[in-house]
């Protein structure tokens, strides 16, 4: 459903869309199921004068019903910008306003902006990357590594500690989102950016969900193979919080060199 919804919203906005972290509860019998998921893209958003912007898309539904909308935040120049133009422009005090989008009847339908209750959850969206944002530090042991060496990745978030406890330590599964070697990308998200599939292109690397866990890169298919060069990623990893419950999230871009001493 995620994929046909985010194919529909980048039709609606006239860019490609990113899909970020993103969680999924499936709710006991007496519970809604929900699903929430940060998407953004590199274009404006239509009818609003922006050149990026990020959103929350939230699913929520039970007894045969569902809700699906978008808090959206678009960006101009580094700033959020509201009904009344960019959050920077205006007097102090002014609040964060979210751009509701709802689905319905098949299509997404523009509601316009809204503030929240006061300050709220979206008050610190400011500027590009707060809607969007990123938990997951990877990093590598060593800046270089030599042909055919283990490539090892520490994975830190805050949320394994709590993982560790619980009966799904280990579930955890690492993909390749972006890939670049010598400054070219070699991989990058579909356009309406799908679920990442157990063992489909770029997955395959089980580690554990602990703090300070480490993913040997080389264990990832890769077209054409780690060959030397200068390699900038970001990673993907989903996890599970245990029966009915899932999380994904990604990193931002780390560094490495593939050399011959």
């Known amino acids: 459903m995620l994929e ?3 194919g529909k919203l980048s039709e609606f906005s006239g860019a490609p869309i990113e899909v970020g972290p993103y969680w999924l509860d499936f709710g ?3 519970v809604s199921a929900a699903l929430g998921a940060r998407v953004r893209a590199q274009r404006p958003f239509p009818g ?31 700033s959020v ?29 523009l509601r316009g902006f809204r503030s ?23 990093r590598t042991t060593k800046s270089a590594f030599r042909p055919g060496e283990g490539i090892l990745v520490r994975l830190d978030h805050p949320d394994f500690a709590e993982l560790a406890e619980m009966e799904s ?7 390749i989102h972006k890939l670049w070697r010598d400054r070219q990308e070699i991989v990058r998200p579909p356009a309406a950016a799908p679920l990442p599939r157990a063992m489909s292109s770029g997955t395959g690397l089980f580690v554990e969900t ?17 060959g030397q060069g200068w390699y900038a990623v970001e990673l993907r990893v ?9 999380d994904s999230d990604i990193s931002g871009p780390f560094e490495f060199e593939i050399a011959l001493p």
């Not at 009344?84 to 319905?104: F, H, I, K």
């Open 81 to 109: 910008v509201t009904g009344r133009g960019r959050l920077a422009d205006l007097p102090d005090g002014a609040e964060v306003e979210e751009l509701w989008v709802s689905y319905g009847q098949g299509t997404w339908q």
């Open 48 to 78: 609003v004068a922006s050149d990026s912007w990020e959103a929350a898309l939230c699913i929520t539904g039970g007894d045969g019903r569902a809700h699906v909308d978008v808090m959206a935040f678009p960006f101009l120049e580094g």
């Open 238 to 246: 989903d996890y599970s919080r245990g029966a009915g419950s899932s």
């Open 210 to 226: 602990t703090p300070g866990a480490l993913a040997d890169l080389r264990e990832l298919a890769l077209a054409g193979g780690w």
């Open 28 to 30: 006991g019998p007496a």
């Open 169 to 175: 330590r280990g579930a955890g599964m690492v993909s």
């Open 4 to 6: 046909s919804l985010v």
């Open 116 to 138: 929240p209750d006061g300050a709220g959850e979206w008050d610190h969206v400011r500027g590009p990357g707060a809607a969007f944002f990123r938990r997951l530090l990877c």
